[in-house]
Every structure is written in structure tokens, then in C-alpha cells.
């Protein structure tokens, strides 16, 4: 018979054989392989939502760190703006003091220069008129003792002096 036309002996045993490994392969080996299906496509949902809130969760925390530096930046800016206020407030208040210290001591400078002045003038006058008085002296040939007269002319002369001083400057 051949191929195409078997024996129907060799075609029961055949159909046996075939029911034999269907039935094995039914009860054993596709629980098997769908147990193992579901076990992986758990897992992978598993992962996939674990990855979707971990994305989540980073997008909280990032929203979080957004908002943070937010504020620190703008509190540093604030405390920027603030500083730089106080300096200002401070080197006016520093500019304040030093031209006040500056015009006290002018102040000073120009009383103490008055009453150096003062005493140099009168040191000077009482020179001169030792002087004057000494050469007057030389000059007539004998020493003059009238002090007070002297005095009278020497303050006379200065007041004259003095005077066109005044008018030039």
C-alpha cells in the first residue's frame, strides 16, 4: 500500500500515538508554558507600572526641586537686594561722618591757625619794635629808654599797615 494509502492498522496506531502525545502535551506541557506566560507578563506589567510610578514619583520630586529653587533663588535675590540697600545705607552714613569729622576738623585747623596767628603777629610786633627801637637808637647815637612812646609809634605804624592791607586785599 504505500504512503498515500496506509493500513489501518498502522493509521490506529498512528492515531494512538498522536492522541497519546496530544493529551502529554494538553495536561502537562501547556499549563507549563502558560503558567510561565502569566508569570512573565506579570512581571512585565509589574514592571511597567513600577517604571510609571517611579516616572511619577521623579516628576514629583522634580516638580518639588523646581519649586525649592524657585524660592531659594528668589530669596537670594532678596537678601541681595537687601544687603545692597544696607551698604548703601552704610556708605552714606560712613560719607556723612567723614565729610562732619572733615569740617570739624577744618574748624579746628582754622581756629588753631587764628590763634597761631594771633600769637606770631604779637611775637613779631614785639621783635620789631625791640628792634626798631635798637636801630632809632644806633641811629641817634645814644639808647632810647621810652619803651612806651616807642610802642605808641611802632602800634601806630602797624594799625596803618594793617589798614592798606585791608584795602588791597
Same mark, same amino acid.
Given at each position: 500500500?504505500?504512503?498515500?494509502?496506509?493500513?489501518?492498522?498502522?493509521?490506529?496506531?498512528?492515531?494512538?500515538?498522536?492522541?497519546?502525545?496530544?493529551?502529554?502535551?494538553?495536561?502537562?506541557?501547556?499549563?507549563?508554558?502558560?503558567?510561565?506566560?502569566?508569570?512573565?507578563?506579570?512581571?512585565?506589567?509589574?514592571?511597567?507600572?513600577?517604571?510609571?510610578? $517611579?516616572?511619577?514619583? /521623579?516628576? =514629583? @520630586?522634580?516638580? %518639588?526641586?523646581?519649586?525649592?529653587?524657585?524660592? +531659594? &533663588?528668589?530669596? !537670594?535675590?532678596?537678601?541681595?537686594?537687601?544687603?545692597?540697600?544696607?551698604?548703601?545705607?552704610?556708605?552714606?552714613?560712613?560719607?556723612?561722618?567723614?565729610?562732619?569729622?572733615?569740617?570739624?576738623?577744618?574748624?579746628?585747623?582754622?581756629?588753631?591757625?587764628?590763634?597761631?596767628?594771633?600769637?606770631?603777629?604779637?611775637?613779631?610786633?614785639?621783635?620789631?619794635?625791640?628792634? $626798631?627801637?635798637?636801630? /632809632?637808637? =644806633? @641811629?641817634?647815637? %645814644?639808647?632810647?629808654?621810652?619803651?612806651?612812646? +616807642? &610802642?605808641?609809634? !611802632?602800634?601806630?605804624?602797624?594799625?596803618?599797615?594793617?589798614?592798606?592791607?585791608?584795602?588791597?586785599?
Amino acid at each position: 500500500m504505500g504512503p498515500l494509502k496506509p493500513h489501518l492498522s498502522d493509521l490506529i496506531v498512528a492515531a494512538i500515538c498522536f492522541a497519546a502525545v496530544f493529551a502529554l502535551i494538553a495536561k502537562v506541557l501547556l499549563p507549563r508554558i502558560e503558567r510561565t506566560l502569566a508569570e512573565r507578563e506579570s512581571a512585565t506589567e509589574g514592571t511597567l507600572e513600577r517604571a510609571a510610578e $517611579a516616572e511619577r514619583e /521623579a516628576q =514629583r @520630586i522634580h516638580a %518639588e526641586y523646581q519649586a525649592e529653587l524657585s524660592a +531659594a &533663588r528668589h530669596e !537670594a535675590a532678596q537678601i541681595r537686594q537687601a544687603a545692597h540697600e544696607e551698604g548703601v545705607v552704610l556708605l552714606a552714613d560712613i560719607r556723612a561722618e567723614g565729610h562732619r569729622v572733615r569740617e570739624e576738623l577744618v574748624a579746628a585747623a582754622t581756629v588753631q591757625l587764628a590763634a597761631d596767628r594771633v600769637v606770631a603777629e604779637a611775637e613779631l610786633r614785639e621783635d620789631v619794635l625791640g628792634l $626798631a627801637t635798637e636801630l /632809632a637808637g =644806633r @641811629i641817634v647815637g %645814644e639808647p632810647l629808654t621810652d619803651v612806651d612812646r +616807642a &610802642r605808641a609809634i !611802632a602800634d601806630d605804624f602797624f594799625a596803618e599797615v594793617d589798614a592798606e592791607t585791608a584795602t588791597t586785599a
